[in-house]
Structure formats: structure tokens, C-alpha cells
């Protein structure tokens, strides 16, 4: 018997909201099937951005960095605008401007980060890390699609002792690991951190209070900012007037469903 023709994007989409709001229908139900489709439509918009503007990052720390790969997990399309996370472009721009000696992206999914300051950090070693074998071969790709790949340092899990190359010179950690954080951010178990500049997604959803324990754990030895996050359509090109406001919310949609604050711990 022959294999049933597949089923096109749009209709995969349909079939699995379809089962989402199978009986009997709650508030969660309701709000996944909401979230699938906000997700389908954020991917056309990223193809509209493409077709109009290519696979380049258009604005912000990482402008005219290529950008010809899936993300790893969240938006595309945030990340092509350049709006991706745009609250930490003051930071980024202070970490460029103090050309540390080493960056080491936790979790650093497709790259976005590692390559984007390879590319706006010429002497600076990147140690990108992430435990998913799908996101360190993407990384590669994208480092390879911008002339890196002899720069960023793709690898694995990253442990405590670890952090003992932070004592080498100056250094900046960007962790990004789904609660992870609470436990891998122990400058008593590893403290090659007290050291480093830190810059970490917190995801309170995931670990309860991990916010207020690392801010507790770096108080003494590290000037510690929270930046919570804001939506800011000032990266939305002028041609974006042309689409509904819905899809406009959505290119700036980051795909998240909790507070995920940041917090920038600069080392005194």
C-alpha cells in the first residue's frame, strides 16, 4: 500500500490544533491551540521578512549578521528583525565596548549571541556550549555561514569547574539553560565566577526564587542590574506599516509563556 501524501504545513498545523481542541475543551486547551497558531503565523511573517529582506539580521548589536538557520527554540523572526531580546542591547553594547577576553555562551541554542559577538569582537576567544546536539550543529552552520567557524568554539555540557578559565583573563558569561541556572551559577562551588562578568536568563517558572538567589549569591563581589522584559517595535522595519497589528505583535513575539528576567552581574 502506498504512503498517504503528506500533509502540507498549514494542514499539519490544522490537524494538531484540531486535536488540541478535542472534548472536552478547557482554558489550557484553549490556550495551547492559541499558542500553535501564534506560532504558525510568527513563521510566516519570518518568510515575509525573508522574501523582502533575506536571511540577514536587520537592526540592532548584530546587524548584517547572516542568519540562514532555523532558531534553535523561540522566534526566527525576532531574531531577523534584530528585535530579538532588545532590552539586553545596552548590555551587549557595554560587552562589546569593553573587549573582554573571553565569552562563554551557556546555552547558547543556534549561535545568535556567540556568533553575533565573534562577529563584533575580533580578539575575543567564544566559547559556545550547549548540551543539544541539534542546536551545536546549527550553531557550526551559522558560524560557518558568516566566516567563523575557525572562531567560535562549538561544544557541550559545561560544568563548575569550568568556570576556572574566567581566572585566564577578562571574561563574560552568557547563560541562557531553562533553570538550569539556579544550579550551575554557584560562585562557592565555582569560583572562577567571582571573576567574570555575568549575564543570565533567569526562568523562575522552572526553578522558584532563582531570581532573588542569584542576585543573593553575587551581591558581595558584583553590581547586579535586573532587566525585565519589554516589547519595543522600534526594530520593525517601515514596510511592516503594510501588515495587521496582530502580525506585527507577533515579529516581536519571543515565544514565551512566563517572566524570564535577566540579570547583568558586573564583577567589582
Request: net charge negative.
Amino acid at each position: 500500500m502506498p504512503n498517504p501524501p503528506a500533509l502540507s504545513f498549514s494542514e499539519a498545523v490544522a490537524d494538531r490544533v484540531q486535536s488540541l481542541l478535542a472534548p472536552p475543551v478547557t482554558s489550557n486547551t484553549l490556550n495551547s491551540a492559541l499558542r500553535h497558531l501564534a506560532k504558525w503565523r510568527s513563521e510566516l511573517v519570518a518568510n515575509t521578512v525573508l522574501a523582502r529582506s533575506g536571511a540577514v539580521v536587520q537592526s540592532g548589536p548584530f546587524k548584517g549578521m547572516a542568519y540562514p538557520v532555523r532558531a534553535s527554540e523561540g522566534s526566527r523572526v525576532a531574531r531577523l528583525l534584530g528585535a530579538y531580546e532588545a532590552v539586553l542591547h545596552p548590555v551587549i553594547e557595554a560587552i562589546i565596548a569593553r573587549a573582554p577576553d573571553l565569552v562563554i555562551d551557556i546555552g547558547s541554542a543556534e549561535g545568535y549571541y556567540a556568533v553575533g559577538l565573534a562577529r563584533r569582537l575580533e580578539r575575543t576567544r567564544i566559547l559556545a556550549r550547549d548540551a543539544d546536539d541539534r542546536a551545536q550543529a546549527l550553531c557550526r552552520s551559522l558560524a560557518e555561514a558568516n566566516g567563523l567557524a575557525e572562531r567560535v568554539e562549538v561544544g557541550g555540557l559545561f560544568g563548575l569547574s569550568d568556570f576556572d578559565i574566567c581566572a585566564t583573563g577578562r571574561a563574560v558569561v552568557i547563560c541562557d539553560i531553562e533553570g538550569g541556572e539556579d544550579a550551575l551559577l554557584d560562585p562557592v562551588a565555582a569560583p572562577g565566577l567571582l571573576q567574570a562578568d555575568v549575564l543570565v536568563e533567569c526562568h523562575p517558572g522552572l526553578a522558584a526564587g532563582v531570581t532573588e538567589r542569584l542576585m543573593a549569591r553575587f551581591a558581595a563581589t558584583h553590581r547586579i542590574t535586573r532587566i525585565d522584559r519589554k516589547l519595543d517595535d522600534a526594530t520593525l522595519p517601515e514596510w511592516m506599516q503594510e501588515l495587521s497589528d496582530l502580525d506585527r505583535l507577533l515579529a516581536l513575539w519571543e515565544w514565551r509563556s512566563g517572566p524570564t528576567p535577566w540579570l547583568w552581574m558586573e564583577a567589582q
